[in-house]
């Protein structure tokens, strides 16, 4: 199975700061198929980006995802106090679909 | 509007058996493939199962094949897991999400609230 590996595991940020998470898979992750999801605490997961690059309905525009092959970026623009929560990568080009292990998003 | 509501969470004994289910709601059930996903607690996301829209093929990780199995009833647009020989390690949280497709491409755009599951002598 796909291994993605999540960095940092805690990135500390303020509102307005620019923040920059990235994935890097074990094996190229075929037709960019890497989704990034958000979630709070006590809430499910939201899904964000998929196909690497495309916003789900309804996400904002400071929200992007760029990457190919084995390495992925989820880049938000300027953080909001919303925005703070765990993020994960998860690919789904190969079965089975793989997560990785999170990258928490605090206030510094 | 979609919704996505489980149930049947709850305290089992190692060894012991539950099913889950999902109740959907506010789109066409059968035109898209389910899974459910698990979240021990303060740990990340596992994908645990998948069913393709017609029910016709189903999917298992390893760390459960053999000991769950995942079902629908479209005419009910219910989802089931029902999970046999229960061990501590399988103690989470468990979403059913839903498919972007009918086939099983694992992309999930709608997530249930999640139903705790605990297994604990």
């Known amino acids: 199975e796909i291994v993605l590996t999540q960095s940092p595991g805690t990135l500390s940020l303020s509102p307005g700061e620019r923040a920059t998470l990235s994935c890097r898979a074990s094996q190229s992750v075929s037709s960019s198929y890497l989704a990034w999801y958000q979630q709070k605490p006590g809430q499910a997961p939201r899904l964000l980006i998929y196909?690497?690059?495309s916003r789900a309905t309804g996400i904002p525009d400071r929200f992007s995802g760029s990457g190919s092959g084995t390495d992925f970026t989820l880049t938000i623009s300027r953080l909001e106090p919303e925005d703070f929560a765990v993020y994960y990568c998860q690919q789904y080009g190969r079965s089975p679909p793989t997560f990785g292990q999170g990258t928490k998003v605090d206030i510094k | 509007e979609v919704r996505l509501l489980e149930s049947g969470g709850g305290l089992v004994h190692p060894g012991g058996s539950l099913r889950l289910s999902c109740a959907a709601s506010g789109f066409t059930f059968s035109s898209y493939a389910m899974s459910w996903v698990r979240q021990a607690p303060g740990k990340g996301l596992e994908w645990v199962s998948a069913?393709?829209?017609?029910?016709?093929?189903?999917y298992y990780a390893d760390s459960v094949k053999g000991r769950f199995t995942i079902s629908r009833d479209n005419s009910k647009d219910t989802l089931y897991l029902q999970m046999n020989s229960l061990r501590a390690e399988d103690t989470a949280v468990y979403y059913c999400?839903?498919?972007?497709?009918?086939?099983?491409?694992?992309?999930?755009?709608?997530w249930g609230q999640g139903s705790l599951v605990t297994v604990s002598s």
């Open positions: 069913i393709s829209g017609s029910g016709g093929s189903t």
């Open positions: 999400a839903k498919d972007t497709k009918g086939g099983t491409l694992g992309l999930f755009d709608y």
């Open positions: 196909g690497a690059s």
